[in-house]
């Protein structure tokens, strides 16, 4: 197995580690209710999926 010849030296490392940051979530608009919802995620007030119904959504 290929092993690194030299230790990494900190600037490296640390160049390296620079470019991981956290990411925010995205934020849309559902487009069945117009409520505010995480993309790729089921709309939370309706309920709504990729154009269907995938879970009840109980209203209070
Ligand atoms: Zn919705």
Redesign the pocket.
């Known amino acids: 197995m290929a092993v690194p010849k030299r230790k990494k030296s900190k600037s490296k490392t640390r160049m390296r580690r620079a470019q991981l940051k956290a990411h925010t979530t995205t934020i849309k608009a559902?487009p069945?209710?117009?409520?505010s919802?995480q993309s790729h995620r089921v709309?939370p007030?309706?309920g709504?999926y990729r154009g269907r119904q995938v879970v009840t959504v109980l209203a209070d």
Do not use: H, R
């Not at 069945?32 to 409520?35: L, R, Y």
């Open positions: 559902c069945q209710c117009g409520a919802q709309c007030s309706c709504y």
